[in-house]
Nanobody, 118 residues
Framework: VQLQASGGGLVQPGGSLRLSCAAS????????MGWYRQAPGKQRELVAD???????DYGDSVKDRFAISTDNAKNTVYLQMNSLKPEDTAVYYC?????????????WGQGTLVTVSS
């Protein structure tokens, strides 16, 4: 599975960005798609993920500001980020999982930098 993320960049506080991540390769069985982020000096944390049934989880710091969605026809997951804050500055990583039968196979994209600054 190859994941190609895009959409990062520099944005002012209060602004918006949309990240995209397209999957290719052996994507059969992928049943969780999501985004993680890692700020300098901090551990990687969950931003949001979505299961194949549509259930969504969000990190506490992004609830009500970020929205995750998918386009299954394009094998793509999106992260709409609104009301961005300087503390959202981080490298954002696309993540996809194949979960089942007691095993989890996990795949990561290359990361895209989001900088929130005036």
């Amino acid at each position: 599975v190859q994941l190609q993320a895009s959409g990062g960049g520099l944005v002012q506080p209060g602004g918006s960005l949309r990240l995209s991540c397209a999957a290719s390769g052996s994507i059969s069985g992928i049943n969780v798609m999501g985004w993680y982020r890692q700020a300098p000096g901090k551990q990687r944390e969950l931003v949001a993920d979505i299961g194949s049934g549509g259930s969504r989880d969000y990190g506490d710091s992004v609830k009500d500001r970020f929205a995750i969605s998918t386009d299954n026809a394009k094998n793509t997951v999106y992260l709409q980020m609104n009301s961005l804050k300087p503390e959202d500055t981080a490298v954002y990583y696309c993540n996809m999982k194949r979960v089942g039968f007691g095993r989890t196979y996990e795949f990561w994209g290359q990361g895209t930098l989001v900088t929130v600054s005036s």
